[in-house]
């Protein structure tokens, strides 16, 4: 019983989400957000990235005597570095900028 009454309060509350989902008006993360894709998709990002990534792999092959933390660190800027490639080799192989949404006016 306590089953099917969870199962009924998270469909009521998913239920509700989207229903608020589809008002107007931005949100307050919307333009931080914006701001990151538009950072991460320009040639001055991919420039670094490919830059990032030569530049980890070789302290990764090359590094010698590396603590743990050093090469934990390695990995996130070449992952990172990865990220943002990926982002521009995608964007430009297919011509996607992004998911692109109608616009739904009132009259």
Do not use: D, H, K
């Amino acid at each position: 019983m306590r089953n099917i009454m969870f199962a009924a309060f998270i469909l009521a509350f998913l239920a509700s989400q989207a229903a608020a989902s589809t008002g107007g008006g931005s949100l307050p993360w919307e333009t931080p957000l914006q701001t990151i894709a538009t950072s991460i998709t320009g040639p001055v990002a991919y420039a670094i990235s490919l830059i990032g990534i030569v530049v980890a792999g070789a302290m990764l092959v090359w590094g010698g005597e590396i603590n743990e933390f050093a090469r934990r660190m390695i990995m996130l800027v070449l992952v990172i570095s990865l990220i943002v490639f990926a982002t521009q080799v995608l964007s430009t192989l297919f011509n996607v900028s992004g998911a692109v949404l109608p616009c739904v006016g009132s009259g």
